[in-house]
């Protein structure tokens, strides 16, 4: 019966094509069915004809059930999860990549060292975010203390005055405890020494609010804060511990605080820094109170402890509503300002100290992206070196996943390595950043450390590394084609594909590369400007200090003062001695001023300019000649006119067409209450820091010393040798004039020049280091790239060289084909570094954002350093012999 | 339902005990259920393939290709261990189950 014998399997093909089941599944259901329907064909079709039992078979074939049989074959044809992913085989997995990464050390080396580089850096910045902006006050459910300010753009100031405290401490119902506190400093007597220290002016509740308690003693109650009760002061460890010698009946003791003998009635414990780091004294604020409206008295910074059962945007609510309240009872035409309250940290830290931190932590991740970059191309070059292996493997079976799989897991290696090698990195750095840090008091609850948080960042990190590095060379891997590879010889198709990839990979890395060195150079160019700015007096062999006085009583205080200053100015080896209310440069206090027969406005109309309290030496001190008019000498005292000397800059502004000897000016601005001052000399501009470094040549005023009525405390100047003008010798003089004053804050001119553009230094050195690593990455990485190709046209250079082409040909051909890649990536680097300097341009100093000069040497360095790796290679490729290329396989 | 199950899990118990004595293949399974059941009980393609690969997958059963000189390759289905003591188990709860049918209802086997 030849007819009987159909063949079932394009039938059954056609029923179980749908299942998409792995082809060696689908054929084995098809031929085990095609012999069941073929057998049952040959017994039934001898009894119905073979037309109905076709027929009959054909319908049992369609049996919705037969899809529950390939479900499962289907289910089975997948390596099961637990197959794929078992201990077993990612065993097998680990071991094999240690196998073969122990073959090439080379990539072992350079992959680790340049993670270990992104991901150390990266956790030096994180640490330091986390320890300053993250990690909080060291104190219980410190993330319950919150600040309380007011906030209004046009005020500087977001102080809360003792006023409205009051009224707050009064009406408000979300805060457990409410405080508030000013900075100030006090000298100290009674122990070993003067001690001029950080002391906190504090109301009851501020120390409460940290819900620390005074390991002697008590802190204070309400009514410390009465202005007729007895003095008292609360005492830090470090005070207790140096000027009382740890005594434990200190507490009912006295210690003389400014000349005032105080009650200690309490000690906190060690360690306990607030609101500020070093602060060694609290005392209460007396201030009377009865007389003040909303709006008056001392400006307080407040702190509150949320109770229990409320949340920060409920305290805000009732806060701003008591501010609007207040604001009704203040002197009419004062704005109304409204009340925030925010976490401590939060309303403490500038947003923009958030904001440059999280651009540098983005920077660094950027660094590790080229890191990345640079590891996906080292394993890409394995991945086609090893292309056949993979074929055959896939050919052997062995799925995508387990192929991709493979890839990740040398990635995680070399990931892990650089996590235990990055750990370390970031220890020095930490130390490194610590050891510089260590000069800021502002922010006590820094503590930078590897904080396990820290750790676990770094792991993120490590794992993040491994998949950014290991993927793209596994699903390059993983879409191999089986056929092509096995058939390919000479790799040239796969090496092809891949190369294109790993040229996009190297533009990327240049692009991010120049990114982060433009922007090193815009800052390593503010600086030097910085640096080399000649700010119009000279800080070399000036030794500075600065002096508060005890005493409240103003003869005794000029007395002081001017014995001090003859004293100086006699100390054998000195060339000028000088006492001011602050060094010029960083030291110059604002206000506006009015010319005398001008007409101003608004309050607003009034000009600003910068001023400083000087003595006649100030000009001997700091080499400041007069181009006009005198200077100021010792005949202008309290009793003669009131002078002014003012520079070039305020001459141009305000008089640029007259003569401004003469006229009179007044520094108290709007409030019209200041004496006339009357201009005598003029001097060059001085330097001038400010916070954003916009104007540093502003108009200034240098009023007389001598004439202010006041003196409290001086800034002290000596120039000389380094010999004569030291911390010491000044301080003697202070002592044998006055053994209760102490002196304080003692550093060389220059380091007081350089501390504003302290911040600015750290940064820009930071993304100098930024940007040099991720230099030496991209050239790396270009000199892998282009090394691996010429590796592969060895035959086809030989073959150019056989033909007549000059080593000269080749080395050009080369570096025409790196050259592209280069240039692309400098050019998308400069758009988007160009962006990023626009928009950081308030850091910059004394360079335009779009600095041609900058934006040359960033280019002809990265250019550079790339051709360099891109010739390397190119003249290897012309030491090929061709006889011996053309005899590679 | 309840005979559906019963059915299914009849279908299962047969099998096993098909295949307890000698390893068979799919056609060959059908025709001896059919023949011994004398045509009470009967299976097709979609029928079969599914119970089989599931006891398969359950690991009561394997399936393997074999190759017999001058025949084409069969894939033939054997008991596991695992197979053998799912055997025993239904044949002990079988029986149970016709007692206790029997006991119920006082019909006897000849």
Redesign the interface.
Known sequence: MPNDRFDWHADIRARVAPARLHPQDEADVIEEVAQHLEAQFADLAPKIGTGAARARLLAQLQGPELDDALARRRRRARPTRSRTWSVTSFARDVRYAVRSLRRSPGTVIAGTAALALGIGLTAVMYSIIYGMLVKGLPFERADRIALVYYADPAHEDDQIPLADFLRYTQQQHTLSSLGGYFLGSANIAGGEQPERVTAVRVTSGALEVTGVRAILGRTFAPNDNDPAAPPTAVLSYATWRDQFHSDSGAVGKTVRVDGTPRTIVGVMPDGFEFPRALTRLWLPIQTPTDTLRPGQGPGLTVVGRLRDDIEYDRAQAEFAALSHQIAKDRAPGTAERRAVVEPFIRGLVPGRVYAVFYTMLVAVMLVLLVACANVANLLLDRAVARTREIGIRTALGATRLAVVRQSLVEAGLLAALAAVVGTLIARLGIALFNSVMLKSESYFWIDIRLHPQVLAFVLVMAVAASFVSGVLPALQSARLDVNTILKDESHAASSLRVGRLSRTIVAVEIALSSVMLLVAGFATKSMTNLRRLEPGFASADVYTARVSLASRDPVRQRQFFEGLDRELTAMPGAKGAYLGSGFPGTGWGGGRVAVEGRVYARPQDYPPARTLAVTPGFFSTFGVPVRQGRAINSADVLESTPVAVVSESFVIQHFPKTDPIGHRIRLSGPRNDGEWLTIVGVVPTLFATTFAMHDVWPPEVLTAFWQERNLTSASIAVRGPPDVATPARIRKVVTALDAETPVYATAPMTEVLAAPTFALQIFGTMFVIFGTVSLVLAAVGLYAVMAFSVSRRVRELGIRMALGASGGDVVRMVCRQGAKQIVIGIALGFVAGAAVVRAARAALFGVAPNDPVVFAVVGAVLGGSALVACIIPAMRATRVDPLVALRTD | MLTDELKKGSAEFLILSLLEAESR???EL??LIESRSDGVLTF???????L???M??RGWIV?R?VEKSGE?R??FYRVTPAGRTALEAQRESWKEFVTAINRVSGVRYA
């Open positions: 293949h799919g056609y059908q025709k097709n393609v979609a029928s079969l393939y599914p089989l690969y599931r398969e997958e399936g290709w084409r069969k894939r």
